[in-house]
């Protein structure tokens, strides 16, 4: 078999640059190690930058977005027991966040693939990179037993942060860097109206809390936890008693609990991989980097890299030329680490962590204090939080 770009993963990386070289005119095909279900049974990412929102839309996918989507101008920091509205609308001219789980975005891509008759190869076992440093790249892998190789011009790794993609290439060849955080975050999905109009980002002595949503029936409620902790430990009970511990009383008085429906514990670490181009191999999503939920960038950040990397393909079969391709790391690298920053500087001002002494916590204060009385403050992380542009 033979295309232009092999794609590896069906997570938002890999369906959205799908759709994008579609649009392009660049055929490519998808590689998925599990079935369908299980790839859209994971309970991700749940806020969308404008920037996000602008692709699906470029590549036809965003009409549910914007029927059952929820747009947000704000969020609310909570600490020493009130809570502060950060106007982020007003704060950055006019935008906004729009709230949708990355479980539906998945959706909507993978369906609008479909709809193209675009082939996804799922359960494809055994996925093996080759020859990527030259101009003739092969991907092989077994369906149904039966081994399969691609012959192509470029393969895009958008297999997460446990792909074969990034383990592929030689140790000397590529530089990590990474922060392991001392916690980790216990989610959980209820069928329960949300606590608030818009999301609570909690500091409390106790560990941080978020109150998110997804939709105005579905909730997302996160605790943060230790590393060693697992989900037996918390029953839905001892989950809400939590949570309420780290609101502040209206909060309290309005929280709905409910059963959950789904409940996971996830490790939080910062992670850059450099460079992100190998020859013919190019490296996009969590592939390449990961960083803590807690800026919500994640999602918004393989969307960007795909935007990088589609529009520098775009460029080589029709332009033929490299230049876009030659400068994808560089371009991509320049938003990821300042979405690195910006998530490893959230994570540092909301949590908890084992050294956070009398003194950290009044500088924590300190800083939340001046985040929500400082013009230039509140600016600041506003225009990083809707989104840095492309
Ligand atoms: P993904 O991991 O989503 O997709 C990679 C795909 O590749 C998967 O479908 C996988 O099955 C497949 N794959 C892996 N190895 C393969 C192989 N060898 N062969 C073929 N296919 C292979 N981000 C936020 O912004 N907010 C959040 O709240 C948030 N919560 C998160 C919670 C958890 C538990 C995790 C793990 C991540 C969370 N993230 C969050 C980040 C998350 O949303 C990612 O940024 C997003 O899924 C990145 O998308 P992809 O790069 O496509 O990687
Ligand atoms: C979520 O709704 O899952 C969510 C929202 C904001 C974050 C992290 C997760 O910063």
């Given at each position: 078999?033979?295309?232009?770009?092999?794609?590896?993963?069906?997570?938002?990386?890999?369906?959205?640059?799908?759709?994008?070289?579609?649009?392009?005119g660049i055929e490519n095909i998808i590689l998925e190690r599990k079935d369908r279900d299980y790839v859209l049974a994971r309970i991700r990412a749940g806020v969308l930058e404008q920037g996000t929102v602008g692709l699906l839309e470029e590549v036809g996918?965003?009409?549910?977005?914007?029927?059952?989507?929820?747009?947000?101008?704000?969020?609310?920091?909570?600490?020493?027991?009130?809570?502060?509205?950060?106007?982020?609308?007003?704060?950055?001219?006019?935008?906004?966040?729009?709230?949708?789980?990355?479980?539906?975005?998945?959706?909507?891509?993978?369906?609008?693939?479909?709809?193209?008759?675009?082939?996804?190869?799922?359960?494809?076992?055994?996925?093996?990179?080759?020859?990527?440093?030259?101009?003739?790249?092969?991907?092989?892998?077994?369906?149904?037993?039966?081994?399969?190789?691609?012959?192509?011009?470029?393969?895009?790794?958008?297999?997460?942060?446990?792909?074969?993609?990034?383990?592929?290439?030689?140790?000397?060849?590529?530089?990590?860097?990474?922060?392991?955080?001392?916690?980790?975050?216990?989610?959980?999905?209820?069928?329960?109206?949300?606590?608030?109009?818009?999301?609570?980002?909690?500091?409390?002595?106790?560990?941080?809390?978020?109150?998110?949503?997804?939709?105005?029936?579905?909730?997302?409620?996160?605790?943060?936890?230790?590393?060693?902790?697992?989900?037996?430990?918390?029953?839905?009970?001892?989950?809400?008693?939590?949570?309420?511990?780290?609101?502040?009383?209206?909060?309290?008085?309005?929280?709905?609990?409910?059963?959950?429906?789904e409940k996971s514990i996830a490790p939080l670490r910062s992670f850059v991989a450099e460079p992100m181009r190998f020859g013919r191999l190019f490296l996009a999503g969590d592939a390449a980097h990961i960083v803590p939920p807690t800026g919500a960038k994640?999602?918004?950040?393989?969307?960007?890299?795909?935007?990088?990397?589609?529009?520098?393909?775009?460029?080589?079969?029709?332009?033929?030329?490299?230049?876009?391709?030659?400068?994808?790391?560089?371009?991509?690298?320049?938003?990821?680490?300042?979405?690195?920053?910006?998530?490893?500087?959230?994570?540092?001002?909301?949590?908890?962590?084992?050294?956070?002494?009398?003194?950290?916590?009044?500088?924590?204060?300190?800083?939340?204090?001046?985040?929500?009385?400082?013009?230039a403050a509140t600016t600041a992380l506003s225009e990083n939080y809707v989104g840095l542009p492309y």
């Amino acid at each position: 078999m033979r295309t232009q770009v092999a794609i590896i993963g069906a997570g938002p990386a890999g369906l959205l640059l799908g759709q994008l070289l579609h649009a392009y005119g660049i055929e490519n095909i998808i590689l998925e190690r599990k079935d369908r279900d299980y790839v859209l049974a994971r309970i991700r990412a749940g806020v969308l930058e404008q920037g996000t929102v602008g692709l699906l839309e470029e590549v036809g996918v965003a009409a549910r977005l914007h029927r059952e989507g929820l747009v947000h101008d704000g969020i609310e920091l909570a600490f020493g027991g009130a809570r502060h509205r950060i106007d982020m609308k007003q704060a950055t001219g006019g935008k906004t966040v729009t709230i949708y789980g990355q479980t539906e975005v998945t959706r909507d891509l993978m369906d609008a693939r479909d709809r193209a008759g675009l082939k996804i190869v799922y359960d494809a076992d055994n996925v093996s990179l080759h020859d990527f440093d030259s101009y003739k790249p092969r991907v092989r892998y077994v369906k149904d037993g039966v081994t399969h190789e691609i012959a192509c011009d470029f393969i895009s790794g958008c297999d997460g942060f446990h792909g074969v993609s990034r383990e592929s290439i030689k140790a000397e060849a590529i530089k990590i860097f990474e922060r392991v955080y001392p916690f980790g975050w216990l989610g959980i999905l209820s069928e329960t109206p949300p606590v608030s109009e818009e999301l609570i980002y909690a500091n409390h002595e106790r560990g941080f809390a978020l109150c998110s949503m997804r939709s105005h029936t579905r909730s997302r409620y996160y605790v943060q936890c230790t590393l060693d902790d697992h989900i037996d430990n918390w029953p839905d009970n001892k989950f809400w008693d939590e949570l309420k511990r780290r609101l502040d009383r209206e909060a309290v008085d309005r929280l709905v609990t409910g059963p959950s429906i789904e409940k996971s514990i996830a490790p939080l670490r910062s992670f850059v991989a450099e460079p992100m181009r190998f020859g013919r191999l190019f490296l996009a999503g969590d592939a390449a980097h990961i960083v803590p939920p807690t800026g919500a960038k994640g999602l918004n950040l393989a969307t960007s890299d795909v935007h990088y990397l589609s529009t520098a393909l775009r460029e080589f079969y029709s332009e033929t030329s490299s230049a876009g391709i030659d400068d994808y790391s560089r371009r991509a690298l320049t938003r990821v680490w300042k979405a690195e920053r910006f998530s490893w500087w959230m994570t540092s001002i909301l949590h908890r962590f084992p050294d956070t002494d009398a003194f950290s916590a009044r500088i924590q204060n300190a800083e939340l204090d001046y985040l929500v009385s400082s013009k230039a403050a509140t600016t600041a992380l506003s225009e990083n939080y809707v989104g840095l542009p492309y």
